[in-house]
């Protein structure tokens, strides 16, 4: 009977045992497992979290760093735009200036050529320029001696080509230099000049 007592507490004692081995023990060995999952999947996400946040803190300096560097070429832009101003306001007062002395000049020609009885608007005072040969360089912008003294050999020799035949022969070699000299109202130079020509051409020798 004691023997079998004994037997019975010994049966009952390992199931309980077994019991708490099986509810208390390998349930606390499973949840260390299960919360090492959970804090490498913590430190993961935080991890990438740290990642993002330093991407995030890079980003605004970024941004940042934009920010100033359009700042500055906005700042510079407003200068150059400055300067363009101010230099298309001293263009436009220089030319105003080269205008009022172009005028001023012109006028002062027409002055000393009236004193000297010559005309600076009539080109037939150019020796080998008549009536129609003046009609032709009116109608091609030239009025003036001044305008005259501008204009090339090559250019004067092609306005007599385009004109006819009739005006091929005239010979515009000294014409822009006797316009210069009447331009700059150096009237005796001009004369000795034409004392030379016959019919605008040098003299033979």
């Known amino acids: 009977m004691n023997w079998l007592s004994f037997f019975i507490g010994a049966l009952v004692g390992w199931a ?6 099986f509810f208390f023990w390998r349930r606390r060995r499973r949840q260390p497992a299960s919360e090492m999952a959970i804090r490498t999947e913590l430190a993961v996400l935080e991890g990438k979290a740290a990642q993002l946040e330093a991407e995030l803190v890079g980003a ?28 298309e306001d001293q263009v436009q007062q220089l030319q ?47 009025y003036t001696f001044a305008d005259l003294a501008e204009v090339t050999v090559d250019e004067l020799q092609q306005y007599l080509q385009e004109a006819g035949p009739r005006y091929r022969l005239a010979d515009p070699t ?7 000299l009447a331009a700059d109202g150096d ?7 034409q004392g030379n020509l016959k019919g605008g051409r040098v003299r033979p020798l």
């Not at 009237?187 to 000049?193: D, H, K, P, Q, S």
């Open 174 to 180: 000294t014409w822009p230099a006797q316009a210069r």
């Open 187 to 193: 009237w005796e130079a001009l004369e000795t000049l």
């Open 16 to 21: 309980i045992e077994l019991l708490i081995d």
């Open 60 to 87: 605004q300096e970024d941004q940042e760093h934009c920010a100033r560097e359009l700042q500055v070429c906005q700042e510079a832009l407003a200068q150059a735009r400055a300067q363009l101003a101010a230099t």
């Open 96 to 142: 105003a200036s080269l205008a009022d002395a172009h005028v001023s000049m012109t006028e002062r020609t027409s002055s000393l050529a009236a004193l000297a009885g010559f005309d600076p608007h009539n080109l037939q005072k150019i020796a080998g320029i008549g009536p129609k040969i003046a009609s032709i360089l009116n109608a091609h912008g030239i």
